[in-house]
């Protein structure tokens, strides 16, 4: 770094004429100078590297020669003062006027120049920190530090714990803005505002500052009122940008001819024999149409799949008997709630989820146990060993008569974070604090697969709608694609700069989301392992994702209690929600793709209007739009349904649009005694 800025400063030099009429400034005199000061300095490992990448021979006898020939050692010595010339006063009263001049600025481009001021704040703290100015430090985060809580809370709080410079190394938000790009958009006229200020005040610090850290994209048009939060793309990552032109394939999975014909049959099958008297008299049913097929949807060999198997022709046909019966949701014709509160265990339970059919409920406790609940009168049944059954035996003859409630699962040693169920109920996927993934049989309720592979602890697992594969996600930064056939992860997805705390797969099972600490959205392409879409503008990590049933939208929710719908093929934000005044952990669509629930731990549930927040205006949109949002309720509200003092823990739509939740009473501490 050093030599690099050793460079640029010698290249903005005025330039001289020797006697040849050559500058002394070329790339030759420029690698000598740099050998100079690095053989003056001590720095032996760069100027032995220098010296290797150099095209100049014998640049060692030469280099102080050069130097004093072309006259130009005192220059060295003022760069090199000027490098080392670090003034603490001069960086805190610089930021200041900075941030008083955007204080003082118009209003219409004060919102857009102020997202300027956090990360030239981060990297301003860090400089005086690593130089040993502790007190000037601590004196920038009492002025300053306050103006960016709102939107920066956490970075703020991890910053505060950063005293000496021996902490440095142990905070994540060091390593994170060291390494990587802050990345924002301004308007063009506002970049060039911005730089005529710091340059007419001569603010080499920020202007550095902003060079070396902070990736400046400019836009045509006006001003913004609302900032999407960009933040830290990576430091190796090309910027959203040129990853967002990628193609996905979000359309829904193409049908093959023979399971179309293999449901039709079922369909018919379901039909009762009320609806079939008099048939002779009418037309026969019409044949399905074939589906034509769309220019989004991926092929069906793109990913493999395994054959669909007897036991789960049922499960479809009786998911198909499901649709029949399926209430079309509206604006005006909403979804009817059933809530399940948990009592006496609120400091226990982790988390909960429902089952594909909702039939089962299964939670993870902080005990190590996975509870398995019966949602219908008919009990849980465990099969029978494998030495009394025989051949002649139907499907509810391999099962014993006696039936419980629920059923407890061994096998953790910590704490169990995340419980998901496979499509056909067969199995129960949980992961915990101790670093493994456990695949749980639901006919004999034993432990059958324990998948190692994180070196941290794994926050969440999330099964594909098609079953065989799953995905899990970590404290490591990295999510992971696996197949129940074997205990190797076929995919690593690494990227985000922080925890991965949600993943959830694309309905036509070709793409992973994920959700992480550094609040970031990324799509990552199943058959490549590509990331193709990065998706910022949370002010929070992001604890829940939700596909639309039709693959075209996802809804991200998370600690700011906004929900943000964001258009996967444009890659871009359609609409944030505002309502809920506490972080919201669960989202789900309903079939048909017309509603949208979030579940809030302040005990609310939202029910949002899809077909409102995508349709596109006939009108310019306001650009206040989303600043009024933020201090009210969006327009797309529907409905809330309250809980008296119950957090939602889990939240899905049934097959039949019914609207099922879930969640652990909290009961509020006693008063204390007068």
Request: charged letters at 25%; a negative charge.
């Amino acid at each position: 770094k050093v030599c690099v800025s050793l460079r640029e400063r010698v290249e903005r030099t005025p330039k001289s004429r020797g006697p040849c009429g050559t500058l002394v400034n070329r790339m030759a005199d420029l690698d000598r100078i740099v050998y100079a000061y690095l053989k003056g300095r001590g720095y032996s490992g760069a100027q032995e590297a220098l010296e290797r990448e150099s095209n100049i021979p014998c640049i060692d006898q030469s280099a102080s020669g050069t130097v004093a020939e072309t006259g130009v050692a005192t220059k060295v010595a003022a760069v090199t003062k000027n490098l080392d010339d670090f003034q603490p006063d001069l960086i805190l009263q610089s930021y200041k006027t900075l941030s008083s001049w955007i204080e003082t600025s118009l209003d219409q481009y004060r919102t857009e120049l102020y997202s300027i001021t956090f990360p030239i704040f981060v990297h301003f703290y860090i400089d005086l920190i690593s130089r040993g100015y502790c007190d000037e430090a601590a004196r920038l985060m009492d002025q300053h530090g306050s103006e960016h809580t709102a939107h920066h809370a956490s970075e703020i709080g991890q910053l505060k714990t950063v005293r000496l410079p021996d902490h440095l190394a142990r905070t994540e938000i060091v390593d994170v803005f060291r390494k990587g790009k802050y990345h924002l958009q301004l308007c063009s006229y506002s970049k060039e505002l911005l730089m005529s200020f710091l340059q007419e005040h001569k603010f080499m610090a920020i202007l550095g500052t902003i060079n070396q850290h902070i990736n400046i994209e400019s836009l045509s048009g006006k001003p913004r009122r609302s900032i999407d939060v960009q933040g830290i793309l990576g430091a190796t990552d090309p910027t959203s940008q040129a990853v967002n032109k990628k193609a996905v394939l979000w359309g829904e999975l193409p049908v093959l001819e023979e399971e179309d014909e293999e449901e039709e049959e079922g369909a018919d099958a379901i039909e009762t024999d009320k609806d079939k008297q008099g048939d002779e008299a009418k037309k026969k049913k019409p044949k399905k149409k074939a589906r034509l097929p769309q220019p989004e949807a991926p092929e069906r060999t793109r990913i493999p799949l395994p054959s669909v198997r007897g036991r789960e022709y049922e499960i479809r046909l009786k998911a198909l008997e499901q649709t029949q019966r399926q209430v079309a949701l509206t604006a005006t014709a909403l979804p009817s709630a059933c809530f399940y509160t948990l009592f006496n265990a609120h400091e226990n339970v982790n988390c909960l989820t429902f089952s594909d059919d909702t039939t089962l409920l299964a939670g993870g406790f902080a005990d190590s146990q996975v509870r398995v609940w019966d949602l219908t009168e008919r009990g849980l049944r465990t099969m029978l060993p494998a030495d009394q059954i025989d051949g002649d035996r139907t499907w509810d003859e391999l099962f014993a008569e006696t039936t419980e409630p629920f059923k407890t699962l061994y096998g953790h040693s910590g704490p169990v974070y995340a419980v998901q169920f496979s499509p056909d109920n067969q199995f129960l996927l949980s992961c915990s604090e101790d670093t493994t993934v456990r695949l749980w049989s639901l006919l004999t309720f034993t432990n059958v697969v324990c998948y190692r592979g994180h070196n941290y602890p794994v926050w969440h697992c999330s099964f594909s709608p098609f079953g065989h594969y799953f995905a899990t996600a970590s404290h490591d930064r990295t999510a992971r694609v696996w197949t129940t056939e074997q205990t190797q992860p076929l995919r690593i997805l690494a990227g985000h700069l922080s925890d991965v705390d949600v993943v959830e797969f694309h309905p036509n099972g070709n793409y992973v989301a994920t959700g992480s600490t550094d609040r970031s959205v990324r799509l990552w392409d199943m058959q490549s392992g590509e990331c193709v879409r990065i998706l910022q503008g949370h002010l929070g990590t992001v604890f829940s994702l939700a596909f639309s049933p039709n693959g075209h939208y996802l809804a991200s929710s998370g600690e700011d209690g906004v929900v943000v719908l964001w258009d996967l093929a444009a890659a871009r934000k359609v609409k944030a929600l505002h309502a809920h005044t506490n972080a919201v952990h669960n989202l789900s669509f309903c079939f048909g793709n017309t509603l949208l629930a979030s579940g809030g731990l302040e005990g609310r549930i939202c029910l949002w209007d899809v077909a409102a927040a995508t349709r596109v205006p006939d009108y310019a949109p306001d650009e206040d739009e989303d600043e009024k949002d933020r201090a009210g309720e969006s327009a797309e509200l529907l409905k809330s349904y309250y809980t008296k003092m119950t957090p939602v823990t889990t939240m899905r739509f049934s097959q039949l649009n019914l609207l099922l939740a879930a969640g652990v009473f909290h009961d509020p501490a006693p008063p204390a005694d007068s």
